[in-house]
């Protein structure tokens, strides 16, 4: 079985835990199939075990650099750290670092008193937030090889990146409190179909809009185009427009920069590219 | 030999290895010597190495969103990763989780186009920015136990702190490119003769400004008080005083959020406590 057929299985097979258990507190339930994945992947004895160990203390102050914005503006995952992010984005620390955001961002939200006055909004960005386009990264050196806009978007338009569980967790969890969901994207109007069916196919329903860019932006320098004029400029429209964004989630910086940034805000990790 | 007279003789040789090489590429000299106490504080097969590659993930998906400001408002380090915040602390992974972050301050302040006027300044925190307070944390619980703020001013008023070795030599290099320091810190106006001097002793000399809370502060509520508007409005006054903050960096998130930021801002790890 390849490894990509694998994947979607053991995204499948974690979106299926998470709909079992819609409110869990963040147990390491649904964890264990991506062992054998781990095994394949990490090289654990002899000289090549002491380069991966030596890699992952490096990859590792890399990731950390990355996701607390330390490390701006990259372009593509350092070569020698590769195997080091497939590792971790198949194994079980980007689960239990997902969780751990999201068991906040609930937490949260439980707290909010909230006045249900139809106008109350968390904010959720789409890709590597609300769908993972893990099965496409994992073919493409899990963000190591320079972007493609061409292939990528091709994956796009197959309409069927996974959800994120823990993603789809808050926003089960928010709809019973009566807290719409926004969806804003990076993603292109031209792009609006494709991704509604696939948001939908992948459990979220009910949203309240989903905000896209222009469609001329499709044209644009894709993923290192910066994102925060556009999102804060959504964000501040939706405040125009009455809205209150009690929350706002991405796993980029660029979703959460920028005011309005929401009552708070939460950061997804994602160490296969940058968006400034 | 104690632990935490081998921590400051750990740190003392970290300090001498940042002075013999100022510039040094954040290649990982002078890890070494802390492997000994690692040894001793993990707990590495049977029963009990399980146990601890567990916390493990736990633990570094907790410190993962506390560095990435997910995770906020905390009290003290969860019981369960008192070791594994005393192994992050004194092992290898902290050193080069800040070289990562001040090897990219440092390439920042490389690529400045200063103008040398005697007015850039580059804002630093001064705990766990730099001087380090872990020969104090390492004897109560590495933040596990609660905040003891007697035990601490007394520790502060030894004078002891060694410097955080990374910072140093940023420090160092903005020295040499022109930018002014200036120390920003939550330590109160009665600490300031004690504070000056063991930064001067630690190798830090020639900052334009070493700003202080004012005493009274000293009877509040310890380090969970929060610090942001204190900081972004001290940061307010140099920039009214005609000061241009190119740079900012802190451990705390509320060292380097809130208006004016800053040209950039630099995060430095620190899972111990949290100040708001």
């Given at each position: 079985?390849a490894?990509?057929?694998?994947?979607?299985l053991?995204?499948?097979?974690?979106?299926a835990?998470?709909?079992?258990?819609?409110?869990?507190?963040?147990?390491?339930?649904?964890?264990?199939?991506?062992?054998?994945?781990?095994q394949?992947?990490?090289?654990?004895?002899?000289?090549?075990g002491?380069?991966?160990?030596?890699?992952?203390?490096?990859?590792?102050?890399?990731?950390?650099?990355?996701?607390?914005?330390?490390?701006?503006?990259?372009?593509?995952?350092?070569?020698?750290?590769?195997?080091?992010?497939?590792?971790?984005?198949?194994?079980?620390?980007?689960?239990?670092?997902?969780?751990?955001?999201?068991?906040e961002?609930?937490?949260?939200?439980?707290?909010?008193?909230?006045?249900?006055?139809?106008?109350?909004?968390?904010v959720?960005?789409?890709?590597?937030?609300?769908?993972?386009?893990?099965?496409?990264?994992?073919?493409?050196?899990?963000?190591a090889?320079?972007?493609?806009?061409?292939?990528?978007?091709?994956?796009?338009?197959?309409?069927?990146?996974?959800?994120?569980?823990?993603?789809?967790?808050?926003?089960?969890?928010?709809?019973?409190?009566?807290?719409?969901?926004?969806?804003?994207?990076?993603?292109?109007?031209?792009?609006?179909?494709?991704?509604?069916d696939?948001?939908?196919?992948?459990?979220?329903?009910?949203?309240?809009k989903?905000?896209?860019?222009?469609?001329?932006?499709?044209?644009?320098?894709?993923?290192?185009?910066?994102?925060?004029?556009?999102?804060a400029?959504?964000?501040?429209?939706?405040?125009?427009?009455?809205?209150?964004?009690?929350?706002?989630?991405?796993?980029?910086?660029?979703?959460?920069?920028?005011?309005?940034?929401?009552?708070?805000?939460?950061?997804?990790?994602?160490p296969?590219?940058?968006?400034?």
């Open positions: 079985m490894t990509t057929t694998r994947l979607l053991l995204l499948a097979a974690a979106a835990a998470a709909v079992a258990v819609p409110c869990c507190s963040g147990a390491e339930e649904g964890l264990a199939p991506t062992t054998a994945i781990i394949e992947l990490r090289p654990r004895q002899g000289l090549s002491q380069l991966a160990a030596r890699a992952g203390i490096k990859c590792g102050s890399w990731r950390l650099g990355v996701e607390t914005h330390n490390v701006i503006d990259w372009k593509t995952v350092p070569a020698e750290c590769e195997s080091y992010v497939g590792n971790y984005m198949l194994g079980d620390r980007y689960r239990h670092d997902s969780q751990v955001v999201i068991n961002a609930i937490a949260y939200a439980n707290s909010l008193s909230l006045c249900h006055n139809g106008k109350e909004v968390w959720f960005d789409v890709d590597e937030t609300s769908l993972s386009n893990l099965p496409y990264y994992a073919k493409h050196g899990f963000g090889k320079p972007y493609n806009a061409t292939s990528f978007r091709e994956y796009v338009f197959e309409g069927s990146a996974p959800a994120l569980p823990e993603t789809l967790r808050l926003y089960r969890r928010l709809h019973v409190l009566g807290v719409k969901a926004v969806f804003l994207t990076g993603r292109t109007e031209d792009q609006r179909a494709v991704t509604a696939n948001l939908r196919r992948q459990g979220y329903y009910g949203w309240e989903l905000l896209l860019k222009p469609a001329a932006a499709a044209t644009g320098g894709g993923p290192q185009e910066s994102a925060v004029p556009f999102k400029g959504e964000r501040q429209k939706l405040q125009d427009a009455g809205y209150i964004i009690v929350g706002n989630i991405g796993d980029q910086w660029s979703d959460i920069l920028g005011a309005p940034e929401g009552g708070r805000t939460f950061k997804l990790p994602d296969m590219y940058y968006i400034g």
